[in-house]
Nanobody, 124 residues
Framework: QVQLVESGGGLVQAGGSLRLSCAAS????????MGWLRQAPGKEREFVAA????????KYGDSVEGRFTISRDNAKNTLYLQMNSVKPEDTAVYFC?????????????????WGQGTQVTVSS
């Protein structure tokens, strides 16, 4: 049974930093591309960042490029999202997801498994 468990969310002031983690189990983590997507109230789920199985390829959404960094530790079966210079518009539930391939990783339909999400709230 695949489990993706996010942690690290919370309340942060604008301009601050936060680091999200996603612990994976029940799948061969190093065989999957991984992504972070987010959903704000009343909005569609939005692509944030993706990373290929080895960590050598990364993609970012336009709104987070240059501020967020995705990384992974295959030895620990863990995915990370370092969020710097956060803005109130980054407020959302952040989801970790696994995909069998890296191509088209910006599409939420690409992902096979999802975590339950962690809330990030940025105050102005």
């Amino acid at each position: 049974q695949v489990q993706l468990v996010e942690s690290g969310g919370g309340l942060v002031q604008a301009g601050g930093s936060l680091r999200l983690s996603c612990a994976a189990s029940g799948l061969t983590f190093s065989s999957y591309a991984m992504g972070w997507l987010r959903q704000a109230p009343g909005k569609e789920r939005e692509f944030v960042a993706a990373i290929n199985w080895s960590g050598t390829l990364k993609k970012y959404g336009d709104s987070v490029e240059g501020r967020f960094t995705i990384s992974r530790d295959n030895a620990k079966n863990t995915l990370y999202l370092q969020m710097n210079s956060v803005k109130p518009e980054d407020t959302a539930v952040y989801f970790c997801a696994a995909a069998s391939g890296f191509y088209d990783a910006t599409s939420r339909n690409r992902y096979d498994y999802w975590g339950q999400g962690t809330q990030v709230t940025v105050s102005s």
